[in-house]
């Protein structure tokens, strides 16, 4: 988890295009730079299975804090794309600015993003009420019987 923070936090700070000369300049073996390196090295080893991390540790303040910690699914995405998904967010979704950024066509980067999307689950943040909820809805007077009825039958 501290490896992802130190990455996303040298992505926050870095001018887009220096960053992905800064890759290529890793991937061709002329630089390591700080963060990237841990992380696709641990992207590499796990091989895009399941991490859960175990043991975070706050430096500034002294404290690590044991558990079982999931990652959330950004941090599964290789360093490249979790580097275009944070250029895209900072570009508020225009893939105009991203074919600026990253010198490569419109259908190059909606193919990307296509593929990223591909690879995350979809989190329903807002899912749909289940029966309980349904009925306690029903029992504290903020629906009908009617209009219960018609979403236990929707649930179906």
């Given at each position: 988890?501290?490896?992802?923070?130190?990455f996303?936090?040298?992505?926050?700070?870095l001018?887009?295009?220096?960053?992905?000369?800064?890759?290529?300049?890793?991937?061709?073996?002329?630089?390591?730079?700080?963060?990237?390196?841990?992380?696709?090295?641990?992207?590499?080893?796990?091989?895009?299975?399941?991490?859960?991390?175990?043991?975070?540790?706050?430096?500034?303040?002294?404290?690590?804090?044991?558990g079982?910690?999931?990652?959330?699914?950004?941090?599964?995405?290789?360093?490249?794309?979790?580097?275009?998904?944070?250029?895209?967010?900072?570009?508020?979704?225009?893939?105009?600015?991203?074919?600026?950024?990253?010198?490569?066509?419109?259908?190059?980067?909606?193919?990307?993003?296509?593929?990223?999307?591909?690879?995350?689950?979809?989190?329903?943040?807002?899912?749909?009420?289940?029966?309980?909820?349904?009925?306690?809805?029903?029992?504290?007077?903020?629906?009908?019987?009617?209009?219960?009825?018609d979403?236990?039958?929707?649930l179906?």
């Amino acid at each position: 988890m501290s490896i992802l923070i130190i990455f996303i936090s040298r992505v926050d700070h870095l001018n887009f295009c220096e960053l992905q000369q800064r890759c290529a300049r890793y991937r061709s073996g002329q630089e390591e730079p700080e963060g990237l390196v841990d992380w696709q090295e641990l992207t590499r080893l796990t091989q895009g299975q399941a991490v859960v991390v175990e043991r975070v540790r706050l430096v500034d303040q002294g404290i690590a804090i044991e558990g079982q910690f999931e990652l959330p699914q950004l941090a599964g995405l290789t360093a490249e794309d979790q580097v275009f998904v944070t250029a895209f967010v900072r570009c508020h979704g225009s893939i105009k600015e991203m074919e600026r950024i990253f010198g490569v066509s419109y259908p190059t980067i909606k193919s990307r993003l296509n593929r990223i999307a591909g690879s995350l689950e979809f989190v329903d943040t807002d899912p749909a009420p289940g029966r309980m909820e349904i009925l306690d809805r029903l029992r504290r007077g903020e629906i009908t019987a009617a209009q219960a009825a018609d979403e236990l039958t929707r649930l179906r």
